[in-house]
């Protein structure tokens, strides 16, 4: 029950920075990346590749695979410079695909459908599985924490508030001299290290990864995630994850409270529900769970006319 | 004031969360010594396998509703937990480790899609469960397992051996393969090569995108190599715009392709022209044996897929594995289930009857639904029967079992 919970754990960490790259890129910038699982899938096995064929440290492999998307961030966003909005996410989508394809055709690098396996974890081998369980949990806590408050930080700060400028009128940002295009290819760039960040992981974690790992469902799960927890909002989009994988997880004991469906009933019922979850998000909380706060000037540092007393 | 009202609105939605994520798990069930003993099928319900799924669970349900009538194994009774792998890897994980850590099952069974089983036999593994799976792709018996796999469908590289020997068998000079890319399919080029080469007969081979709405340009590229025999390597979507393909193109040649690429669904959606004389060929589960009959009553059905004549198989292999092994732990049913499978043991094809025998110091061999179900060292099966069938006026008619 121990390395279940822990392993639910480690996938809403999982859960929790994917919805935290796409939330740099779209909550704060609002560049839709519909590309998601190519970024995670690059991360994926940027690190597995390096950790296995090249016998890199792990540390040194999830590095690479920051790296990597980050750099795959940086040149698609490049590319599609000019790009907004919905053909901004058509390229994305297309690009995600295009990993997909690269994954599944070039054996000789990727070992093509089969997939990459033995893919080393930290102690893999000398814990028992509760406790690799926990001390992933434990290296994932970690993570998410920095990850979080560096997210938080700039954020709130000045950069923050450019990109956000961005998002709401690029015109009005470019107009207020800043460099708007500059910024769209940082955040983007930063949005899909992010996301490699948790391919990585994610390949050392579950020790085996294919490219029917990275279809484009589990975007559907990262977008429900932050819309769920509010779009803009860093803990909103850890607290999305969680809420997601809990309703992925919960849903398995339908049957417990429900006697009357059949299995294939149940596992319908689980399907419908995320979409359902989706439509209603959408629907009745469009800011999720945890709104994005308007800022206010008193919190931004700046002066204000203050009577004295 | 108003910040402060902000926190506590946060810090109640916090806990709001927490506490609902906590009540989806109300059964924190955990394996016990001497409560039921947890079989779990993953199997897919949704998702490209979702055809089979359900019926390769009931399979199960069938052979453990038998056994507890019968008493149960080791004094008590079976208890089945039902997870869906939605045929995707990562959703599979989550499944397995709830089926392996939450419910204590003793062995996962009915894996279907190759990737899924690669990604969920590290879990049970780990976890000391057994890996009961219908599988093809030869990588999976492969894998540091030691022993917790056992995989009744024959590897890939089995069935491509059959099918090139009837190929050449048949008179082919010029072979070709072409198919997506899959795991079998580097495998499934290298075999046909070597077969045929062994045969006299010249190869070609390509790799095609699947899901495509046309293959023009591929069966072009194909047929300028005048190939007189051509093997499908893909899925059913992919083979009826294919053989279409082909027969606009005006190809004479033969074709044969597995029987879950040239399935019903092709059949119905070609006119018979187009599908005349084509080959097809597949594992066969032993129509003739009393097991086979066992799984047409508990599903309800004349035919009963491969699939489920193989989970039917699964189940029992499983629980006589446990009586053999006296224990329903995971590391002592790999051993049991080489005993029961395999050797000089009275014949029997169903768990009812070989709890009796183990019961009274006997020892066993089972010949399932499936065939023989006897295993190599890495659990690879060995003896499977294969159907070759060819089709006449739309329908497929047996042609010769090897």
Known sequence: MISYLASIGVTIGIYALLALGINVAWGLTGMINLGMAGFFALGAYASAIATTSGELPILIGVVLGFIFAAGGGLLLAAITFRLRGDYLAIITLGFSESVRLFMTNEIWLTRGPDGISDIPGPLRGELTPRDFNLLYLGLMIVVLIVVVILLRNLANGPYGRALRAIRDDDVVAAVAGKPVGRLRLEAFALGAGLLGLAGALFGHYHSYIAPDMFLPLITIYIFLALTAGGPGNMLGAVLGAALVVAVLEGTRFVHDVIPGLSIVQVAAVREITVGLLLILALRFRPRGLVPERPARSSELGLSTPRRNR | ?402
């Open chain 2, 1 to 402: 004031m108003t910040r402060r009202l902000t926190m506590k609105r946060r810090q109640l939605l916090a806990t709001g969360a927490i506490g609902a994520g906590a009540l989806t798990m109300p059964r924190l069930a955990l394996a016990q010594s001497d409560g039921p003993i947890m079989l779990g099928t993953l199997t897919p319900l949704t998702g490209v396998g979702g055809t089979y799924g359900p019926s390769m669970r009931d399979a199960v349900a069938g052979v453990i509703d038998s056994v507890n009538s019968a008493g149960g194994v080791l004094g008590r009774q079976i208890e089945l937990v039902s997870e869906d792998t939605q045929t995707n890897p990562e959703a599979a994980v989550r499944a397995a480790r709830k089926l392996v850590d939450v419910d204590g099952v003793s062995a996962v069974i009915g894996t279907w899609a190759s990737s899924v089983t690669t990604a969920v036999a590290p879990v049970c593994w780990e976890g000391g469960v057994m890996v009961y799976t219908v599988s093809g792709s030869d990588s999976i018996t492969q894998l540091p397992h030691e022993g917790y796999i056992i995989r009744t469908q024959p590897n890939s590289q089995l069935q491509i051996e059959v099918a090139a020997q009837f190929m050449v068998d048949q008179g082919a000079t010029r072979v070709a393969w072409i198919g997506p890319q899959t795991p079998f399919a580097e495998s499934s080029i290298a075999i046909l090569g070597d077969v045929a080469g062994e045969g006299g007969a010249s190869m070609d081979s390509l790799i095609y995108e699947a899901d495509r709405t046309s293959y023009r340009s591929e069966v072009d590229q194909i047929m300028t190599g005048d190939p007189d025999f051509l093997m499908l390597g893909g899925y059913a979507a992919d083979s009826t715009v294919l053989l279409r393909d082909l027969f606009q193109a005006g190809y004479e040649g033969k074709i044969i392709g597995p029987a879950y690429a040239v399935n019903a669904s092709v059949l119905d959606a070609l006119p018979n022209d187009v599908v005349e004389g084509l080959f097809t060929w597949e594992g066969t589960p032993d129509v003739t044996s009393g097991a086979y009959a066992r799984v047409q009553e508990i599903l309800g059905v004349d035919v009963v897929d491969p699939y489920s004549a193989q989970t039917y198989d699964h189940a029992n292999l499983a629980i006589l594995a446990m009586a053999a092994a006296g224990s329903s732990t995971g590391a002592d049913m790999r051993g049991g289930v080489r005993t029961i499978s395999q050797g000089d043991g009275e014949i029997i094809d169903n768990a009812v009857d070989g709890l009796a025998i183990l019961a009274d110091g006997g020892s066993v061999n089972y010949n399932g639904a499936s065939g023989p179900c006897d295993f190599t060292r890495i659990g690879d099966i060995t003896g499977t029967q294969f159907l070759f069938r060819q089709i006449q006026d739309g329908q497929p008619v047996d042609f010769e079992t090897v």
